[in-house]
Nanobody
């Protein structure tokens, strides 16, 4: 089992940046693909970025390409999301996700709020 705890959210002006962190517990962190999702008020949760177990494969939603960067540290059991050139439409709760392609299990963190003021 994996427990995920996000941090790093906050209030930032448009054009600013933040670094979101997701700390994982458990001994098998490196066996999980990790991702970030977000949910804006009144909207469904949407995909933001994903990184494979080794970090070799990364994908981004079109809306964040060139502005967001996902990374992971398997030794520290953490995944990060650098979010830059922020826009008001990036305002959302950002969730960390762990997914095992072998067991098909996935886990979610509690989320961290990012608010971008114009």
């Amino acid at each position: 089992q994996v427990q995920l705890v996000e941090s790093g959210g906050g209030l930032v002006q448009a054009g600013g940046s933040l670094r979101l962190s997701c700390a994982a517990s458990g001994r098998t962190f490196s066996s999980y693909d990790m991702g970030w999702f977000r949910q804006a008020p009144g909207k469904e949760r949407e995909f933001v970025a994903t990184i494979s177990r080794s970090g070799g494969n990364i994908e981004y939603a079109d809306s964040v390409k060139g502005r967001f960067t996902i990374s992971r540290d398997n030794y520290e059991k953490a995944v990060y999301l650098e979010i830059g050139s922020l826009k008001p439409e990036d305002t959302a709760v950002y969730y960390c996700n762990a997914f095992s392609a072998v067991t098909r299990r996935e886990y979610w963190g509690q989320g961290t709020q990012v608010t971008v003021s114009s």
